[in-house]
């Protein structure tokens, strides 16, 4: 594979190569020929380096970037992004063009999505007009 270094605040980089070097050893599994065991064995061995190289904090802001993005409206920007030097809290922000919809600070991914989704049902409730 042979690639530049990775940059281990983005993960998706190297998770895509790692897929890659799974399937890779799949074709060595179902055409034995084509891709020698060497060749097979090397490419997932740089994959497992490369993953172990994903720092922690880089998953759980993706991960908390795609918990958030399941719950915001299409048409919005999501941000997620750590909400002290220490990294334990997290900050979403949803924006409407440079309109801030929703802003919230939890300690978890799951904790976002849920103060997400009660603002919104709160939102949603008083925007119902009084019978």
């Known amino acids: 594979m042979s ?26 599994f179902d055409h034995p ?3 020698s065991k060497e060749v097979a064995s090397a490419t997932v061995n740089e994959a497992i380096e490369r993953l172990q190289l994903i720092q922690p904090s880089a ?3 993706a991960e908390a ?13 999501v941000c997620v992004a750590p909400a002290a030097a220490d ?3 997290l900050i979403a922000v949803i924006l409407n063009g440079t ?3 929703q802003q919230v600070i939890a300690s978890t991914p799951q904790a976002l999505v849920e103060l997400l ?6 939102q ?5 007009p009084a019978a």
């Open 65 to 77: 970037y795609a918990s958030v993005r399941t719950v915001a409206p299409k048409h919005c920007t």
């Open 87 to 89: 990294g334990f809290q």
């Open 33 to 35: 020929t084509t891709i």
């Open 124 to 128: 949603a409730i008083a925007e119902v």
């Open 59 to 61: 998953l759980r802001l």
């Open 3 to 28: 690639h530049p270094k990775p940059s281990t605040h983005n993960p998706m980089p190297i998770i895509e190569e790692a897929i890659g070097a799974l399937k890779l050893m799949q074709v060595h």
């Open 117 to 122: 989704r009660v603002r919104s049902t709160a």
């Open 99 to 101: 309109v801030v919809e």
